[in-house]
Structures are given as C-alpha cells and as structure tokens.
C-alpha cells in the first residue's frame, strides 16, 4: 500500500505502468530510478505557452518554489471519481508507460500496448490523466531508430549509450510537468465559465461530463471556443451513463452504521434542509451558484502549481471560499479549504528552511495548523448527505479518515523529528518508504517485524520532552479514525487506513494497539482473497462449461454430456507476508507460532540435530520450562490462535497451519481444555496430510518438546554377562584361584576408588542382541503418534530397528528397543531419533547425570529461582522470551563463552563398552533330583554337573564359587562390628574353613570344545542353618589367536552359570558341657556305687584309657553329647597329641539320651609369646579396633583362653556314623566354651607345686601318712606331730626368684612351726626342685584343707601367682 503523507494535495501524483512484455526486475530498475525523482525545480519547467494556459506556470525561469511528485503504485478506484474536482491532487495527474525495446521489438506495437493500457486503467469518461508519456529503453546499442518524428507522439526512447540517463529522465517528468499545468488551466477555464460553475455547485461532489455533452453558452467568445474544453483521451465522447452519477462502493455489501453527523440523526425533529434535491441535476442549471467552490479549486490548483510567490493568493483564496461557504453540502469543501491552508505553511516551511533548522517562540508553530485540522474533522464529521447517500457516504468516510491520519501524521512528523525542523518538514512532504523509520528512532521496528527489537519507554519519553508532543495525543488523535465509518470504505482504502494506523501505533510503541489493528488488517485481506477466489472459480466453471459444450456439440447430437473437475493451482504470492503479520500479531499476545520450525526436506544439507545442539549450548528445556512464567490471557490466546490457523487455511497454506497448531499446542497445552487440544492435533495431522499430499516438501521439526526421558540398558541375563578379569590373576597360586571368580576383596571397609569402579561403562558383547528402555512421556490429553523411534549412536557399529509408538494420553510410557553391536570397542547411546507423522526426524539426546553437569545445572536452576520475582517486567516485557534476553543469568552465561564452552567438553553420554565374542555353556544335567539335597550335620556328600558347550567358541578356563544362606548373615554381621572378638573369630572360621561347597580344580578338566560335555564334581558339606545354596561355573576363552602381532590385552572375560541348590540339614547331635579336670588318683577308680563291672571289657577299657603316668602332667577332657534324632548314632573322639600316642573313645547315643564322653589329655605349655598375640582375623578387612574396653589383665586371659582353647581343638576331634548305616560325618567343637578353671587344668603350671604328709620314725627315715584308698584325702592321727613336705618345681624356660605361702584351714586347731607366710625358696634354674617341710600338729579331729602359693618376685601383684596346691586331711581317732 500507498503511505499516507500528509501534504498530499500538493503532490502531483505519476503512475507508472509496465508496456509491453518488460521484465519485472528491468521494470523495478528504471521504476527506483524515476521514483528518486521526488521534486521538480520550478525553473526547470518549459514555459512556452504565453496565453490564459500559461497561469499556472512560473512567471520566469529563476522562480524558487518546487513541484512535488509522489509515485503511487495503484490508480484509484472508480469509486473516488466524484472526487476529481474536490480533490484532484488524489487522482494520477501524469501516467509514464516503462518499456524495454529489442531487437525484435517495434515501438508502434509499443505504443499501442500504452495506449491499451491507458484505457484499461481509466475510464472513458475520466478527465486524467492529464499528461502522458511511455519512456521506451533500449537493452542493447542499435536496437531501433531513436529518430521518431511526428509518427509516435507520446513515446520516447531512450538508447542504452545514452550517458547521465536519470538527468534526461529528469527533464522528461519536468516537460510532463509543465503539461499539467497547461492542462490544469484549460479545467479552470472551463469551470470558470457560468456553465462549469453550476456544474460545480450542481451536487455535493460534481464532475464535469465530456465535452460533448457541454451545451455551448450564448456568453462565451470565439476565443474561447478556440480552446479545448476539457482534455479527455477518449477517441468516443459520448457516454452511455449519466455524467454526474457517482458509482457505488465496490464490494460494500454491509449494512450502514456510521458515527454521528456522517448520517442524520433518526430522533432529529428537524427536516433535513432544501438543499438541492437529489437526481435532480437539470433544475440547477442556469441558477445563481457561489463561487466558492471555484476559489478552492482554484487554490488546490495553485497549491499543485507550486507557485509559493504567489502564496497569498493561495491563502486569499482559500479564505474566500470559506467565507462563501455557508449551505449545508460545502461543509466538505470547507474542511478541504481548511486541509488546504494547513498544507500551504508545510510546503513554503520546507522550501524556505531546507537544510536550516527551524525555530519556534513562545507558541508552538504547529498549533494554528492543528487548529485547522481539527475544524476540518469536525466538519467532515458532521456533514449529512442529502443525496445519493450510499455512494455519498463512503467518500465522505475516505475524506473524514484522510483528514484524521493527516493530524495524527503532522503531531506523529514533529514528534519522531524532535520538533519543528527540516527533518519534520521532509517527513510530510517527503516520507520516503519508510515514514515509521525515522532516523531519530534508529531502533523502531517495522509493524510486521518479529525480531526488531522496538525502542525502549525511555527512547520515546525523550522525544515527548523534546517537542512537547506526548504519545497518547498522537494516539488519541489517530483513534478517531477508528469506527463504523471503516465499513463503508471500499476495501482498499479500509486495508490502507488500518495498516497506517497500526504502523504508527507500533512506532508510538503501543504494539497491542498495533496488533489489534493488525487482526482488523488481516480480516478485510481475507475477505479479499475469499472473494477474488470466488470469482476465478465462477470465471474458470464458465469457461469449463462452454469448453465442454462445444466438444460435446462437435462429437454429436445425442453424447452425454460429463463434468470435469479441476483445481487451479492456488497462488501463493503475498502469503508469507500475511503469516508474518499472523505471527507479530500472535507474538504480541504471548504466543510464538514458530515455536516449531519449518524444515525443507528438499536441501541436502539439511542437519535434523541442528536444533538440538542450538538446544544444548543454550538454557536446558526443563529449566526454562520451570522458571517460565504464564503471560496473556488464555482465552484471549486460545482465540487469536483460532483466527490464525483460519487464515492460513483460507491462503491455503497447509505448512502454516500445521505448524501453528503444533506449536500452539506446544505452549499452551497446560490451559487448553481437551476438546481444544484434540481439535489442534487433529487439524495439524489433516494439514500436513494434505501438504504431502499436494507436493510439498515442507515438514516439521518435532513439535511434543523432549519426549525422551530416559534411556537404560537392560541387564544382561546372568548367564550372559561377561565380567572383566585381569590377566595377571590367572598365575596366582592355586590357593589365591578362588577369588579370581569371587572377585578380590578389598582389606578397607571404605574404598572411594572402588566405589568410583561401581560406575563402571556397561558390558555388551559383540554380535549378541541387547534391549534398552526408552521412557516416553505424553502431556496432553490425546495419544501421541511417533512414526520412527531410533536409537542415535556412536562409535562401533551398530544396528537396530526403528518402530512406530503410540504413547498414550497424560503418562510415561516404556518402550523396549533391541540393538546388536558389530564389532568390539566403544558404543556411545547419545539418545534418540524421533519422527512424527508428517514431521522431519530429531535427535534428543540425553548425557549422563555427572558431577560437573549437575552442578551447572543446579547453579543454572538457582540462579533462575534467583531471579524470578526480583524485577518487574510491564506489559510486553513480561514475555518470556523479552525475560529471558534481559536476565541477568542469561547475560552472565553469553559473556563467559570459555566457560561454556569447556562445560561442553565434559558432556558425557551412555557409554557401553563392546567386547569380542564369548563362548556360552549350559548345564545339560546334574546328580540331584529336583536341586535339593539333604545332609547330617557335618555330613560330606558329592554333586555331578555336566556342561554343555553350545557356542561356536571354546572354552579353556573354568573356576568355580559358592554361596550359601549362611554367608550373608554372617557378613552382615561382622560389617556392622558388634560382635566380641571371639564371636567375630567364630564367625570368620566358619565362612572359611566350613564351606557349603569344596571344588578340587586339580582334578577337574578346563577345556570344553564346542558342542562338547564336561562334568565336574562339588563336595557339599552340612551345615546347621543352611537352608539353601548356589554353585557358579565361571567360564572364559583366555588364549585366543592373534590375528595380528598386536599386544595381547591385559584383561579377559568371563561368563558365570550359577545353579541353586537347596539344602536341608538335620540336626542330630548335640555338644554340649565341655569341661576339663585336673588329674586325681580317684580318676582311675571305679565308684563302689557305680553299676559297673570292673571285668568288663568296657570297664578295663576305660581304666586303660584313664591309666597315665604322671598325673600331674595330664587333665581329663570331658563333652557331654546329645542325641536330638530318631536313630542311634556311634560318637568317636580322638586324641591326637604330640609326643603322646593316639587314643580314642567310642559311645553309643541312642536317640532322646545324652552321653558323656570322657579323654585324658596331657596339659599343654605355650610360650608366653604365642599366647600374647592377639586373636587373629581370618579375611582380609581392615583391622577394627574392639569395642569392648578391657583391663590388660583381662585381655590377657582372653587371649590365653583363646589360644589354649585352638590347641585344644587341634588335639581333639570328634566324629559320628550312623549306626547301622555307611552315612558318617564331623562333630564340631567350635560352639563350646573355654573357662578360667579349665584353662589352669589344661595349661603346663609355671611352678608346679605338690603336698605331702610325712612322719619320722625314730631312725629318721620318712615313712608317709596313710591315704584313703582313692587318695585323695590323707589320714593322720591327732596330737602327732607330721612335717608337711612341700616341693616346688620350675617348669617355665627361665629361672624364677619364688616365695612361698602356705594356707592351714582351720588354723585353730593346727599347732605348727615356723612362718607360713613369704617362706623364701629362692632363685630356681629351669627344672630346678626345692622343697620346704613345715612341722604340724592336729588337736583335734575333723577335716583339714591346706594350701599353697608359689609366688615370682618382680611381677605385679595381680600376676605374679606362678603355682599352688592343694591337700585334704581326716583326723580321726584310731
């Protein structure tokens, strides 16, 4: 469109038509060059004629005023023909025809097609143009005779060696010029005449018939019937229609509702005044008419001549007429009078001050100037038609409308140019292309710009404290032309007032205001297409019709006559610039249509991860997602959206419409309701249906967001997961060969670095299938169709097969994709490839969760959390996308690219690490019926299993592990430290050295060839508590061939066969009573009230058993064992000592008894070192230091109990056999407990103390005391002196410093001799006996305990006690 510049009317408007078959790109070329011609010096004018002609041209050639010249790129419309003597400046006054000329070209042809053309823009009985010219350019040298003569008026032609072209073009528009003027003062002739000024006042806006149609008046004289009347083209005068009939609006089919004062009030009491009766034109003639009308026709003419000398006159004029007007139908004419006085100061301001800045004093200069503009919209206001009101009407709102955007536009010129000046004097006169871009306003952003970034509230309350002028006068001003008055516009003209309007609202910054018009805009647009493809389908069924009449006409009388469909391909110019506006338009309400690109499927280049990797270098979706904020209304946005998916369905453009909805859908799906949802998705799958359809290779991007939520790769099954070993293990010992399968344990309790191991790359093997879990998710209310779901990879290659998902509403859905790796090395999973129906295919990819991303990411979503509510955002800066390019955060992030940048490099992905192929067994067979098996306690029992090799591999190592129910009791136990060190030494023997399962590898063979068998043989031993089982094979190729002279890898890979075994364990025997006595002679002795047969063998058995040396240097060891089944059980318990010969005892337990066995053991001596170790630990873990808190002398005694108590156990083993059976097994110890009082019978003394009772007879030779016959007690007689006898002996490796203290119970009744306290022994060597006799007496009878302590000197109190005694007296009378 035409801009609206506001001294319009006195611009001599130049249309310029293309001729003949000139290229648009050659038009467009000479087109710019002419248009730059904006202003013809009046001295340049040719002012040849010197009659009544000549009174418009300069008086000479040194006059100072301009012609100005504006270059609009349409004609008219027919209806604003009424308007050629009201308003003449608005019609071409000058048409120039642009033609290219070949060789094969001939300027007649030419020439005719401008003349053609001539016609088909104007009307027969239009009066313009009034001067006429077809500029012919040659595209080549010598092409055509540049020598025209009088053959072709009206053509010109101007050869390509022609130098300074645009100088000549120049002077051709200034002849044209001068032409004008001429032709404007043969009008004013002939409206000066009586006849022509009743035609002027004949109605509301007169035209002026052909001249054939002017009668001739009696007054005029021969001198002026010399003259031509009026200029016309037309080669036939006369007109068929009325001359003073003014033609309807064009495609005005709405009802009239105008504002007040465009029509008479329906409630006004007062008849409309007799002004001249419509259709009535004849009675006015020959009338008394004003001359007002005639003055300001004349001024116009004056104001176009640009004759400035004679500006007064102008004025005078103008100041005439509207003091003659008075009747109701001049008050347009005195508001144009009025428009025409506001102008005058313009024009004489630029020509006087060009380039010199204007001054103003005390009163705005523009203020007698707004004056008039604001009278003259009054009276266009108010003016009521009192004929032909329809055809009256839509002028009357063209001219009302015309007046208001020339006020807004002088207050908008003075107010983007800082004031009064050449630069607002330019913008009025001369606005260029673009009148909203001024170059005080550099930021100021097109109306249809989406990207432009607009002037800030600070840029543009500047200019209103520069000049005065604030923005809501300009804008109030512009709004009253705003109305009903709009509908009864011709289209064009309601299309060029609403985009003016909107685009000096969007330069005012009032952008809604802007959009709101744009809707407006948009509206009369489609309304015109709709129409125009109305009509083309009714013209194209037309011809169809006659087309198929006439075939059928010609085929024969009686052919049936058919129907064709066709479809006119639909044109698509000028669509992308209405979409633009739909989305400026959308933009400013909050929603971003483009949201979801458009992609052309066409270009080779095209990278579908593009759009992703711009996404990863910017701000993560779900962080945005979580810090935007809702904008607008969503009713308001819901509907908008609806207007525009409307209208691009009516351009068509299938493309659009689908990428509106989708992305509509994408932003607005939390507040759209269901059925809104529904219908978008629905819209959006028909639209790109019917663009694939109909060839277009446009598709979109994916629109759902990030649908991928995650990606994890399912475990392999067991017997499938190969596990990384390094090779060095394989020539460990065989001891250390379990924990090649076991894994080797780690001493530390924490280990970070293996806790950073755990985090290990996942294993796949090479050419063997794998599934991964894609998780979907789905937010709206319907199912989402994705056409190819793909998994996007790097590294070795890979394969899998991409399938269609159906992701259903509001939820997460799994979706399981299987892959095979063909080769070893490194497999990288980056994400997924999505495609939707009718979309282009996108990469998602997801990186791993590590330390450095979470914490940009947790920075990134604080610095956003930070952020959000700390500043206000007004009006359309509350958008997120404004929010987000002035976040702080945002800026930070731009700024600090190296940063950025390095935090790219530590992106990871799921990483898998593909090995080479391995070999895979199964188990074919085994011994065991159904897994399970059943066991004794302590019973040993075999499995068999046979392997299977069922891969194309060999296999050349084998290694066996165990586990059982009783080990992760126990480790759990011994990792959380609460047990004594005791029960954690218990605990650890029986992991160890009482396994469930024994496997000899020795034996075994290593090597299966495929398709072979192999069995190999478990040991299962039982165990109380042990409820179950498992036997893992583990299995690997090692020696594999080379192909080349690489470095064989360090490390291998096993696969493990794992068979679970359940057990059931009976409980039979039970150990229970554990003691050991000190030797005594009544040991060996059978009670007399024991029911035993001293011959019998089990008798002589058990004295022989019991027969020892030295007593002293023995202890008896007793168990009590417990039958707790239903069958008798043989119990077996061995001595195996050193130094002393092998000895064991056999009992029968029948079911529900207890028996207690008894053995004789020779005490034990161990080196003071060896019992001050401390108790050991069996695994590997790092050493814990005991809770519990012991005196050294209790640790010390600990730690004898605990290592007397191990020598124990290795002298005596116990074993049971079923009785009657062949089933035997091992009877533990392990449960029972070593005490204090066992442990000094066990254990060697230090000094070994023994008490006799001896008498002298007279010779002086000792004779003993009588004994009992156990010997256990002595028997003295009372009132006899005997010498108690006591021997000490060192029996530790080391010589001692002893002292003795002897004990006599009850010391009233024993007279002795000497000190029974600190008796001094002396320094014993090793072996070294000393012996101390102590003289008693008994007076009187009874029983009698001695005792006695051999004490170290330098030791402490509490262990300095190295051996003691004891003895038992009866004294009774003989």
Known sequence: MDPFTYASLAQ????????????????????????????????????????????????????????????????????????????????????????????????????????????????????????SNCFVFEESDSTTNINLGDHFPGLVVIPSVMGHKKTYVGTLIADLCSKVLVELATVMQTLESPLGNEYLNATLFPVLPPSSELPRSLDDEPRRDSLPLLPSHNSQPELTSPALRSKSPLGLKRNSTMGPGL???????????????????????????????????????????????????????????????????????????????????????????????????????WADIVDKLNQAIALYQKTTPTSEPEATLSLLAYLYCSSVLRHSTLLYSVWSSKGWGPLAFTAMIQPGPSPFLPATLPNNASPTSASSARNSYAALERLTSITGITRAQIAASLSQAHGPWLLHLDSRERVRTLEFMAAMYGSLGHVRKEAYLLREVLGCIMDLVVCGRDERAAGSARVLSAGLTARNSSLGGNAAQGTVGIRENE????????????????????????????????????????????????????????????????????????????????????????????????????????????????????????????????????????????????????????????????????AGTTSILAGVKDPFLYNPRKLMSGQAKTVLVQNEPFDLVITLQNPYVFDLDLQSLQLSTSGVSFTSKASPVVVPANSYHPVTISGKALEPGTLVIRGCIVQAPGGAAREFVLPLSTEEEEERR?????????????????????????????????????????????????????????????????????????????????????????????????????????????????QQALAEGE???????????????????????????????????????????????????????????????????????????????????????????????????SYTGATTTISADDDIDETTPEAKARKSLLHVGDIADWCIFSIEVRNTYGLPFEVTFERNQEGVEPASITSLVPPGSTSRVVLPVKKISLSEEHVSQPIPMLSDRQYVVSSSKLSPAEERAQRELFWY????????????????????????????????????????????????????????????????????????????????????????????????????????????????????????????????????????????????????????RDSSLVGHGKMRITVSDP
Request: glycine share 6%; with cysteine.
């Open 12 to 131: 001599i408007r130049v249309l310029l038509l293309p001729v003949g078959n000139i290229r648009k790109a050659t038009f467009e070329k000479w087109a710019q060059d002419i248009r730059s011609i904006d202003s013809v010096r009046l001295g340049d004018i040719t002012t040849d004629v010197k009659d009544e002609r000549s009174r418009f041209m300069p008086n000479h050639q040194l006059a100072s005023g301009y012609l100005h010249l504006a270059y609009p790129s349409h004609p008219p419309p027919d209806s604003h023909a009424p308007l050629s003597l009201f308003r003449t400046s608005d019609f071409p006054l000058v048409v120039i025809g642009i033609a290219s000329c070949g060789e094969n070209d001939s300027l007649a042809t030419i020439l005719t097609h401008f003349q053609t053309s001539l016609h088909e823009v104007f009307p027969q009985e239009s009066m313009f143009p009034l001067a």
């Open 263 to 365: 029509l008479p009030s329906r409630h006004s009491s007062l008849p409309m005044s007799p002004a001249l009766p419509p259709k009535k034109r004849p009675t006015t003639i020959g009338a008394a008419s004003s001359h007002g009308r005639l003055f300001k026709v004349l001024a116009d003419f004056f104001l176009l001549a640009g004759r400035l000398e004679e500006a007064t006159i102008c004025v005078y004029r103008y100041t005439e007429a509207i003091v003659l007007f008075k009747g109701p139908n001049d008050a347009p004419w005195h508001a144009s009078a009025l428009e025409g006085l506001a102008t005058i100061p313009i024009v004489e301001s630029w020509a006087s001050t060009h380039g010199v800045n204007g001054t103003s004093g005390d009163k705005d200069p």
């Open 979 to 1077: 047990l004594s060190v005791f029960d954690t030494y218990e605990t650890e023997y029986d992991l160890v050295h009482r396994p469930l399962f024994t496997w000899d590898s020795e034996r075994e063979p290593q090597k299966i060839d495929p398709g072979h068998k192999r069995v190999i043989t478990v040991n299962c031993f039982g165990k109380v508590g042990c409820t179950s089982g498992a036997i893992h094979v583990s299995y690997a190729f090692v020696h594999r061939p080379q192909e080349s002279l690489q470095e064989p890898a360090e490390v291998f890979y096993t696969r493990q066969l794992s068979y679970p075994v359940l057990v059931t364990v009976y409980h039979m025997l039970e150990c229970q009573g554990m003691d050991i006595l």
């Open 858 to 970: 947790s920075r990134r979503r604080s610095a956003l959390e930070c952020e959000v509510g700390r500043s206000k955002h007004a009006g359309l800066d509350s958008r997120y996308w404004e929010k987000s390019n002035k976040r702080g955060s945002a800026q930070v992030g731009t700024t600090t690219s190296s940063t950025a940048a390095a935090a790219k490099k530590t992106v990871r992905y799921l990483e898998c690490t593909v090995v080479p192929e391995q070999p895979l067994l199964r188990i074919r067979r085994t011994s065991l019926t159904h897994g399970a098996v059943m066991l004794y306690n302590g019973e040993m029992s075999t499995i068999r299993i046979t392997l299977e090799n069922v891969s194309s591999l060999p296999v050349d190592l084998i290694r066996l592990t165990f586990d059982d129910s009783t080990i992760a009791p126990a």
């Open 571 to 734: 044109r698509t110019e000028g669509n992308e610039s209405i979409l633009r506006i739909v989305k400026h338009v959308c933009r400013v309400h909050g929603v971003d249509l483009e949201a979801v690109k458009l992609v052309d499927m066409n270009n080779p280049n095209r990278d579908s991860q593009q759009s992703q990797a711009s996404e990863d270098a910017e701000l993560d979706d779900d962080l945005l997602q979580s810090a935007r904020e809702p904008f607008g209304w969503p009713e308001l946005q819901i509907g908008i959206i609806r207007e525009a998916i409307a209208v691009a369905e009516a351009l068509p453009d299938y493309p659009a419409v689908a990428q509106f909805s989708l992305s509509s859908l994408k932003l607005l799906h939390p507040v759209m309701s269901p059925g809104d949802q529904h219908h978008l998705y629905s819209t959006a799958s028909r639209a790109l249906l019917t663009a694939k359809r109909r060839g277009d290779r446009r598709a979109m991007d994916y629109w759902s967001g990030k649908p991928v939520v995650s990606i994890e790769i399912l475990p392999l099954p067991l017997v499938r997961v190969p596990v990384e070993k390094p090779l060095y293990i394989l020539s460990q010992a065989a």
């Open 1205 to 1356: 108590r191990e020598e124990l156990f290795k002298v005596i083993h116990g074993r049971w056999r079923e009785t009657g059976g062949t089933r035997a097994g091992d009877l533990s110890l392990r449960q029972q407990r070593m005490t204090m009082p066992m442990l000094e019978a066990l254990r060697v003394e230090t000094a070994r103390v023994r008490m006799t009772l001896v008498r002298y007879d007279e010779e002086g030779n000792a004779q003993p005391v009588p004994v009992d016959p156990p010997g256990s007690k002595y028997l003295p007689q009372p009132n006899e002196f005997v010498y108690l006898r006591t021997s000490i002996t060192n029996l530790s490796p080391s010589e001692l410093l002893l002292t003795l203290n002897l004990t006599l119970e009850p010391s009233d009744h024993v007279v002795y001799q000497g000190e029974l306290q600190d008796i001094p022994i002396g320094r014993l060597a090793r072996g070294e006996v000393h012996e101390v006799e102590t003289p008693v007496a008994f007076v009187a009878c009874g029983h009698f305990d001695f005792a006695a302590e051999v004490r170290a000197l330098g030791r402490p």
